[in-house]
Nanobody, 123 residues
Framework: QVQLVESRGGLVHPGGSLRLSCAASGFEKDYYAYGWFRQAPGKEREGVSCISKRDGSTYYSDSVKGRFTISRDNAKNTVYLQMNSLKPEDTAVYYC????????????????WGQGTQVTVAS
């Protein structure tokens, strides 16, 4: 099993930016893709973005497309999520996840999860 550790989130003003990172260790070679999910209070966990380790192909949800950018550093076993133009509705706990077979925005495709980090967007 791969271990995933997210960087600390934080409080950001609307329109601001924040970069999250996720460091993978353990059996990271067994996994095909890394993804970011988020869960707001009272809502289901939703896929935000995903990136393939092999070819760098990406997925973005419509709600973040054009504002968030996912990237990876395979040498460091680290994936990043650059979040720009943040909105209050981006407030959630953000989770890093790893998938063995494919890159998607579906929770069921991911078998390893980080503990999550809180991102709050407020004035």
């Amino acid at each position: 099993q791969v271990q995933l550790v997210e960087s600390r989130g934080g409080l950001v003003h609307p329109g601001g930016s924040l970069r999250l990172s996720c460091a993978a260790s353990g059996f990271e070679k067994d996994y095909y893709a890394y993804g970011w999910f988020r869960q707001a209070p009272g809502k289901e966990r939703e896929g935000v973005s995903c990136i393939s380790k092999r070819d760098g192909s990406t997925y973005y949800s419509d709600s973040v497309k054009g504002r968030f950018t996912i990237s990876r550093d395979n040498a460091k076993n680290t994936v990043y999520l650059q979040m720009n133009s943040l909105k209050p509705e981006d407030t959630a706990v953000y989770y890093c996840a790893a998938a063995r077979l494919l890159c998607s925005g579906l929770v069921e495709d991911f078998g390893a999860w980080g503990q999550g980090t809180q991102v709050t967007v407020a004035s």
